[in-house]
């Protein structure tokens, strides 16, 4: 289970580090925020292909 998440200069995201707890996790924010963002930096963890706006 993912317990912690760091990111540094991904997309529109300085830094930010999260820490997970047991059960559930809501992302949750105004358009813009950057939601989509983590996400998408979970999937490129796990190998999935980058999108080009990241490359």
Do not use: N, Y
């Not at 317990?3 to 924010?29: R, Y």
């Amino acid at each position: 289970m993912l317990q912690s998440l760091s990111i540094k200069q991904f997309a529109i995201i300085d830094t930010l580090d999260i820490q997970f707890s047991d059960g559930l996790t809501v992302l949750s924010g105004e358009t813009g925020a950057g939601k989509s963002i983590i996400i998408d930096a979970i999937g490129q963890l796990i190998g999935m292909r980058a999108s080009s706006e990241f490359v």
